[in-house]
């Protein structure tokens, strides 16, 4: 395993416990029309086979690298 992996590893096992203890501060509250209509064009993108652009290449773009 490398350094790199080790750190994904970690940083979803704390992730997943933040979410455990603390809960979704989104959970229950309404979705609005216009984020639903959003998710739900995006659902059928996906479907149809339509990717988008890979996470690695879109950090690097932003400079979040």
Same mark, same amino acid.
């Given at each position: 395993?490398?350094?790199? $992996?080790?750190?994904?590893?970690?940083?979803?096992?704390?992730?997943?416990?933040?979410?455990?203890?603390? +809960?979704?501060?989104?959970? +229950?509250? @309404?979705? %609005?029309?216009?984020? %639903?209509? %959003?998710?739900? %064009?995006?659902?059928?993108?996906?479907?149809? +086979? $339509? +990717?988008?652009? @890979?996470? $690695?290449?879109?950090?690097?773009?932003?400079?979040?690298?």
């Amino acid at each position: 395993m490398t350094k790199d $992996e080790l750190g994904e590893m970690i940083e979803t096992i704390v992730e997943q416990k933040l979410v455990e203890l603390l +809960g979704d501060p989104d959970e +229950g509250l @309404p979705l %609005r029309k216009v984020m %639903r209509n %959003r998710l739900l %064009r995006q659902k059928e993108a996906v479907v149809a +086979g $339509e +990717g988008g652009e @890979p996470f $690695e290449d879109l950090a690097h773009t932003l400079g979040l690298e």
